[in-house]
T-cell receptor
Framework: GAGVSQTPSNKVTEKGKYVELRCDPISGHTALYWYRQSLGQGPEFLIYFQGTGAADDSGLPNDRFFAVRPEGSVSTLKIQRTERGDSAVYLC?????????????????FGAGSRLTVL | DAKTTQPPSMDCAEGRAANLPCNHSTISGNEYVYWYRQIHSQGPQYIIHGLKNNETNEMASLIITEDRKSSTLILPHATLRDTAVYYCILKGVNTGTASKLTFGTGTRLQVTL
């Protein structure tokens, strides 16, 4: 598609439930990022994929959070045993792969996000 | 990546230039200055980036001081659609590791009639 697509746009769930959030990146973009944004804050990095592999998962807050990208395109962020503190907008972004040592723009294209509310 | 400091909010009259400052006194030699903005209920959107020379594109101009310790994003003729949170972000030249961007809290720009 023309942009990054995220589904669902809104998800309301109960504490303790399992949630999956999906991201369809721009075709041809090999890099994919997940961010989380709480009210009044800037986006907070969670995880970054280069192709199928997670190149950096240092932002995942704990082992309840997991993300996959099995075919190097669509990615799913999975949250187990949700807590009220997980309520936030989850943003996905994609970009072209940068060449090592390059000075080109690291232009991330973001989706509109999935708003998760845990009751 | 080094940290940036931005004012939490600014106002600008429609049609006037909006000048958004960013301090990055600990910037290192290989770090670029990036600007993104986030309109309400949307994801962040790339605006412009630069290293040490001033840059201009169809959206904005970026002025970086000679010592690179601060920069200013200029929207030459602000419109109501420019109301958004503007993020100034530093990012080093790609070393082959994750190219993530680290967002702060940004400047909330309100454009008024």
């Amino acid at each position: 598609g023309a942009g990054v697509s995220q589904t669902p746009s809104n998800k309301v769930t109960e504490k303790g439930k399992y949630v999956e959030l999906r991201c369809d990146p721009i075709s041809g973009h090999t890099a994919l990022y997940w961010y989380r944004q709480s009210l009044g804050q800037g986006p907070e990095f969670l995880i970054y994929f280069q192709g199928t592999g997670a190149a950096d998962d240092s932002g995942l807050p704990n082992d309840r959070f997991f993300a996959v990208r099995p075919e190097g395109s669509v990615s799913t962020l999975k949250i187990q045993r949700t807590e009220r503190g997980d309520s936030a907008v989850y943003l996905c972004a994609s970009s072209l792969t940068e060449v090592r040592g390059s000075s080109g723009a690291n232009v991330l294209t973001f989706g509109a996000g999935s708003r998760l509310t845990v009751l | 990546d080094a940290k940036t400091t931005q004012p939490p909010s600014m106002d600008c009259a429609e049609g006037r230039a909006a000048n958004l400052p960013c301090n990055h006194s600990t910037i290192s030699g290989n770090e670029y200055v990036y600007w993104y903005r986030q309109i309400h209920s949307q994801g962040p959107q790339y605006i412009i980036h630069g290293l040490k020379n001033n840059e201009t594109n169809e959206m904005a101009s970026l002025i970086i001081t000679e010592d690179r310790k601060s920069s200013t994003l200029i929207l030459p003729h602000a419109t109501l659609r420019d109301t958004a949170v503007y993020y100034c972000i530093l990012k080093g030249v790609n070393t082959g590791t994750a190219s993530k961007l680290t967002f702060g809290t940004g400047t909330r720009l309100q454009v008024t009639l």
